[in-house]
Structure formats: C-alpha cells, structure tokens
C-alpha cells in the first residue's frame, strides 16, 4: 500500500506563489509516475500535471503551463508542484496521485493512490 500525504495549500493573493508538497511512504514505487489534480467547488476533479518516473518528462494542462512546474526528488519519495502567478480560478483542493506506469499519464483512472488534498485559495 501507498501512502500520499499533500502539503503547503494555503491562502494566497491573486499573482502570487505557492509550492505544494506529496511525500510517499509504504510500499512505494521508485519508478512510478506521480501526477496533481485539482477540484475546485461544484467542479469535477481535472488534471493538472504530470512527471514521470525519473523527472526527465512532465506535462501540464493548457490552464497551467507556463505557470505551474512539478518536479521530483525521488531520493525523499517526494513530487513538489511549483505554483507561480496564481489566478483565483486555480483555487480548488489539490491532490497528488501515484500509478503503476512509468510515463506520464494524464487520466484519472491510470492512478492507483491518492492523498486527502491540500486547499489552495486564490484571493482577488
């Protein structure tokens, strides 16, 4: 089994930076590809970004890139998501998700793990 725990939502004005953190712990896999979604409210779960398993190819979602960066350290089983120039619309509760697969994958149901989701808020 593996465990995601998110970190470093937060509250933030409209232009500014956050950086989100997922540490895996258990039974991890050294070379998963690791991705973030988000949900905002009365809003279904969309993809944000993802890496795959040694951090060498990344993707992001038309909305983000440019903006957001994710990257990995896979000596701490840690992916990090690197949010610049926040707009108010990016507000949603953040999750990080592990799969099997070692490339990026971009669809919800390529993900085996989760974690709980980290809010991030977005203030004009």
């Known amino acids: 089994q593996v465990q995601l725990v998110e970190s470093g939502g937060g509250l933030v004005q409209a232009g500014g930076s956050l950086r989100l953190s997922c540490a895996a712990s258990g039974r991890t896999f050294s070379n998963s590809a690791r991705g973030w979604f988000r949900q905002a409210p009365g809003k279904e779960r969309e993809f944000v970004a993802a890496?795959?398993?040694?951090?060498?190819?990344?993707y992001y979602a038309d909305s983000v890139k440019g903006r957001f960066t994710i990257s990995r350290d896979n000596a701490k089983n840690t992916v990090y998501l690197q949010m610049n120039t926040l707009k108010p619309e990016d507000t949603a509760v953040y999750y990080c998700?592990?799969?099997?697969?070692?490339?990026?994958?971009?669809?919800?149901?390529?993900?085996?793990?989760w974690g709980q989701g980290t809010q991030v808020t977005v203030s004009s």
């Open positions: 890496i795959n398993w040694s951090g060498g190819s990344t």
């Open positions: 998700a592990a799969t099997r697969w070692t490339m990026t994958r971009t669809q919800e149901v390529d993900y085996e793990y």
